[in-house]
């Protein structure tokens, strides 16, 4: 049977199992498996056990749980309520004033979680209703949390990073230090479009100011000394080569242990909580690993990914065009699967394609880290939507249509790294080079 046909009955296969409710990993496996059985000789059984193994054998891999597990515990933590606290009188005095506070407080979370969901929760259990009582306009917050909340995926540490640098086999680090500038770039972003609503819609915008001194504001900004010396010690320890990212993950546990003790939120509970839902994420994300890796492995044996390069190679697109191409492709994905199946699903079949065009792996882990950020606001699976629902009570709809100019905004991110894309790779080769 011709590869490409082929490839769209397994695509078939893949839709139908899915809607039956079965794990994505489980599906991946069973797609594996039939199109070992239907296109090759070779034994579907060994190649299983061969490929889960040496996907799984990873010393790289071991940061993941460690990460996950320091998130699930700062979840835990006073450290939102502290967070807005310290940046309540800087932000005051900005167009859109505390509107901002989803931004900044997602982008600090971002350094030490890893999770979009753990930071978009976090925050907001501590912003919204603060915004609300003060009178902000209710779908701003709404949208800014959504989508500021994805964050926690593109500013390191991040969780789908270290899954699309086990996949892509990309330095974890490299991954790490190339994400902070798109991080502060989309930022950026959206605290400019807060800003001109707010200018837009001043009858929209309260207008308290928060009369502090600046002696005041320092004493208070000292309540984001444990999570600044938090990020210190896990990314601050990777840039400067002291420690390898699984290392400076059991660092950031530690860290995250020490903060929740002194917050006085660690108990038997709430440790027990962290611990399992830590294992429970864990091991989702490592049956998709390990799920994708025979994929990958039955991929080769269908001829498919061949075929997508040489049609790649052929058609004549340009690096510009097949980004294009691939973001569209990206997003209505992301209309029905979660950013971490999106990664596992894809990158096997996606990679040779794009180092065909000489796209820099680097550079498209960042876009692939994007671009799922954007999923993570689409219905009707966007994961952040579901987190924001749940805090919130208010409808998805409501708040994938909040959340609206920010996934415009997130293209737009895409773009400029398309044109700028030193800005992807200056923090990693100047490292490099010093």
Known sequence: MDPVLF??????VLLSLLATGLWIGLSLIVVAW???????SAPAGKVLATSMWQMLDSWDLTALPLFIWMGEILYRTRLAADMFDALAPWLSRLPGRLMHINVAGCGIFAAVS?????????IGRMTLPELARRGYDRDLSLGSLASSGSLGILIPPSIPMIVYGVAAQVSIVRLFMAGVLPGLLLMALFMAYIAAWS???PARTPQEAVSLSIAERIRGTRRLLPVLLLIVAVIGTIYTGVATPTEAA???VLGALLV???SGSLNVETLKASIAGAVRTNCMVCLLLAASAFLSMAMGFTGLPRKLSEWITGSGLSATQLIAVLTLFYIVLGCFLDGISMIVLTVSVVLPSIQKAGIDT???GIFVIIVVEMAQVTP???FNLFVVEGITGESMMRIARASLPFFLLMIAAVAILMAFPQIVSLIPDSMTKG
């Open 7 to 12: 490839g769209v009955v397994l695509i078939v």
């Open 34 to 40: 039939v199109a070992i059985m239907a296109m090759s």
């Open 114 to 122: 890893g999770s979009s969901a753990a930071t978009a929760a976090t």
């Open 199 to 201: 200018a837009l819609n």
């Open 250 to 252: 059991a660092v950031g």
């Open 260 to 262: 929740s003790l002194l």
């Open 362 to 364: 680097l550079w498209f």
């Open 380 to 382: 009707p699976v966007g």
